[in-house]
């Protein structure tokens, strides 16, 4: 018999050890996809709640060293003014929350440059501040409302206390 022609059982045992077992990882996960798939979904979870742990972390840090504001909401408004009345865009940026503060300079950037001024900005929270003070339950949140006498729109500015250094910030 040629050699070339000769049955070779190795070569077919190992083909067959191979199937069997490629069959049965088939099986198996097949039998244990929802295992499989809620592990990874834990997996995710975990990490998207480590990295919300992370982010509150880091804005309780933030939060514990900003310091600008008063201890009512009536004080912040009129630290506002002041600066604006100054001219001092970075000061009047600092009395909204932390996360709302580059939002704020930006804004009183642009008034300034646009219309070289600030005192539409400063007669705004004049009018506001002469307005009607709302607040939640818990006296942390405070909305100040005003009718313009002209137009009968409502102007609103809310305000919140920082629980860490209560001082009253300004929210965008």
């Avoid at 069997?20 to 097949?30: Q, R, S, T």
């Avoid at 000061?91 to 580059?102: G, H, M």
């Avoid at 646009?114 to 818990?138: A, H, M, P, T």
């Avoid at 409302?145 to 929210?171: H, Q, R």
Wanted: aromatic share 12%.
């Amino acid at each position: 018999m040629d050699a070339s022609k000769k049955f070779n059982w190795k070569k077919i045992t190992y083909w067959t050890l191979g199937v069997v077992l490629a069959w049965a990882l088939f099986i198996y996960v097949g039998e244990h996809m929802d295992s499989i798939i809620q592990w990874k979904v834990d997996r995710e979870s975990q990490a998207v709640d480590a990295a919300i742990r992370a982010d509150e972390a880091k804005l309780a840090a933030m939060e514990r060293v900003d310091t600008y504001g008063a201890t009512t909401p009536e004080g912040t408004i009129t630290l506002i003014i002041a600066a604006l009345e100054k001219g001092d865009i970075d000061l009047a940026s600092k009395y909204y929350y932390v996360l709302d503060q580059d939002k704020a300079k930006a804004m009183y950037s642009n008034l300034a440059k646009k219309e070289n001024s600030l005192q539409k900005s400063v007669d705004f929270f004049k009018r506001i501040l002469g307005g009607q003070k709302k607040c939640n339950k818990n006296s942390n949140i405070c909305v100040f409302e005003n009718e313009v006498a002209v137009t009968k729109d409502i102007e609103s500015k809310t305000f919140e206390l920082n629980s860490y250094t209560g001082v009253w910030k300004v929210k965008y």
